[in-house]
Every structure is written in C-alpha cells, then in structure tokens.
C-alpha cells in the first residue's frame, strides 16, 4: 500500500494540485498536515524562501543543522589554513555564517556570490570590514559570465545542487580554470528518476523527519521545508538527478 504522503506527491508530480490537497486534506500523520495548509494556501513560495529568509535561517539554526554546519566550517577551515589563500570566492554564501567562522587569516579579498538580497546585506555585515569584501547579488552562472576574475580557492557550501544538470558542466568547468582550489560541500542525495515512485518515497521520508525535528519552529515547515518540498517534485521544476 502506497503511503498517503507518497500519493499526495504523486499528485502533485502529475499536475493534479486539487487531487494532492484532497488527499493530503484526508489522510493522518504531520506530513499530510503540513502538505494539506501549504497547498490549500496555494502559496506558490518555493522562489521566495531565500529572499525572506527568517524561515530559512530558524532551519538552519535548529534541528540537526547546526552539527552540519559545525563540521562544514571545520572542514572549509582546515582547507584554507592548508592552501593559505588570499583570495576567496564563496558560491551562495547565504547569510555569511560559514564564511565568516571558516576564513583564513591569509584571505585579504572575499567575493559573495548569493541572489538572495537580504541574506547578502547580513553577509556582508557580518564579515565587517577586516578585509576586501565584495558582494553580488546574482547566480553563479550570471556572475562567472560577467567576471573575469581569478581566485586561489572557490568555496560552494549547499548551493551547487540549485544548477539545472544543463548548466552544471559548464560552471565546474569554469571554476577549475579560474582557481587553484575548488572545495564543494553537498547534500548525499540519491539519484532517481525525477517524480518517480521512489523519489516521492525518499522525500516523504526525509521530510517527515524534517517536520519531528522542527516541531518547536514551526515557521520552518510552512516557510521553508513544504515550498522546498512540493517545488522539487511540481511539474514544472526543473530535474535535479539528471
């Protein structure tokens, strides 16, 4: 027997928003409550959830997150202590918080990269003006296309797996002729057909684990993990496991 979540994602992989909050709207379990607001909403805020970024920020602050981001500023730390690199290119920095506890003393130039508005200004106020800080507000791929610049090392924490699989080749291809270093931290995600079975299986999974963990953060679930959820598997979202 399917699980109700897993047919609600279903439906909503298949284009039938109405069939997804019926289903959702009858079933048990958080999940199923969660999915049913967000869709009865029909807040389509899977574009904006960086842009208003307090939920994103609360999802990041709590939950298993902080470990996660404990052992990726370690790890960042220990590369750049090794390379000793004086300038920096952080790839979706977000608001800052990896960058700012994993530079180097070496690093004398930082450029932010982050399309998210209000995540860069709290960025750059957070690395002060120690050092040369340089903010753009675009997507990798615009940037890379508009600069002409060079680093000793390229940092990308969480934010490579948003590239459509067209465009992926060509940004790593890029970043490795224009660094010495090219450090990516990523989610260890699966690979499934998109919408398929298993992959709403997988996600139902993971995010009824998501739910437990922010029941003290409810802001969460609604503004942040239910968009990112129902816009991985909507029909018009873009593939992600080719």
Do not use: K
């Not at 048990?28 to 049913?36: E, V």
């Not at 470990?67 to 977000?94: F, H």
């Not at 969480?158 to 989610?187: G, K, Q």
């Amino acid at each position: 027997m399917v699980d109700p979540a897993v047919e609600v994602l279903l439906a909503i992989a298949s284009g039938d928003t109405e069939r997804a909050a019926d289903l959702a709207a009858r079933a048990t379990g958080d999940l199923c409550a969660a999915l049913a607001i967000h869709l009865e909403a029909r807040v389509d805020a899977v574009h904006t959830v960086y842009d208003e970024a307090r939920a994103f920020q609360a999802f990041i602050s709590h939950g298993s997150n902080p470990l996660l981001y404990e052992r990726t500023i370690a790890s960042i730390s220990r590369t750049q202590r090794r390379t000793q690199p004086r300038s920096v290119l952080d790839i979706g920095c977000g608001d800052g918080r990896i960058s700012a506890a994993s530079r180097a003393p070496s690093v004398t130039r930082l450029d932010l990269v982050e399309p998210a508005a209000a995540m860069l200004a709290e960025a750059r106020d957070r690395l002060g003006d120690a050092i040369d800080v340089h903010c753009h507000g675009e997507t990798v791929e615009c940037f890379l296309a508009e600069s002409a610049g060079r680093w000793d090392l390229a940092q990308a924490t969480f934010s490579m797996h948003n590239l459509e699989p067209a465009s992926r080749s060509a940004v790593w291809h890029d970043l490795a002729r224009r660094t010495r270093t090219l450090l990516i931290c990523e989610f260890d995600v699966p690979s499934f057909p998109d919408r398929s079975e298993a992959h709403c299986r997988y996600l139902a999974e993971r995010y009824a684990v998501g739910i437990a963990e922010y029941a003290d953060h409810p802001e969460v679930v609604q503004g942040f993990l239910m968009p990112v959820l129902v816009g991985q598997v909507a029909l018009d979202a873009a593939p992600r496991y080719t």
